[in-house]
């Protein structure tokens, strides 16, 4: 199941990115969804995590993880650009990068 991890260093962002957690990960499972993988937003896991150091390339960051199907791994940049789009288009935070790393995945339960 994909997770996004959302990265930011203001704590001003937190109560405002979680505003939108229901409308992201249900727009992250439609950009997801592929092939005979239909993925529902209760399938996607969001993580919030404060960032104290200095190296971020913008205040709020986005790292999704999926599993490497061949459709994502053909849009994949446009998957990144999408979901960019609907959080700038949502929140009032200048700037939002985002990552889809796709790769092998395992998972803990049968």
């Known amino acids: 199941m994909p997770t996004i991890n959302i990265f930011y260093n203001d704590a ?6 979680k505003k939108v957690t229901a409308s992201l990960k249900k727009y992250a499972a ?3 969804t592929c092939g005979d993988i239909e993925l529902s937003p209760d399938e996607v896991s969001v993580r919030f995590l404060k960032n ?6 913008a205040p709020v960051e986005l790292e999704i993880s999926a599993a490497a199907f061949k459709e ?8 990144c ?3 960019q789009k ?12 985002v990552w889809l790393i796709l790769s092998e995945l395992g998972h803990s339960w049968e």
Request: glycine share 6%; hydrophobic share 40%; charged share 30%.
């Open 81 to 83: 650009l999408n979901i």
């Open 30 to 32: 439609e950009q997801l």
């Open 86 to 97: 609907l959080l700038l288009n949502k929140l009032q935070i200048p700037d939002i990068k």
């Open 12 to 17: 001003g962002f937190e109560a405002e990115l």
């Open 72 to 79: 994502r791994v053909d849009k994949q940049d446009q998957i």
């Open 52 to 57: 104290e150091s200095d190296g971020m390339l």
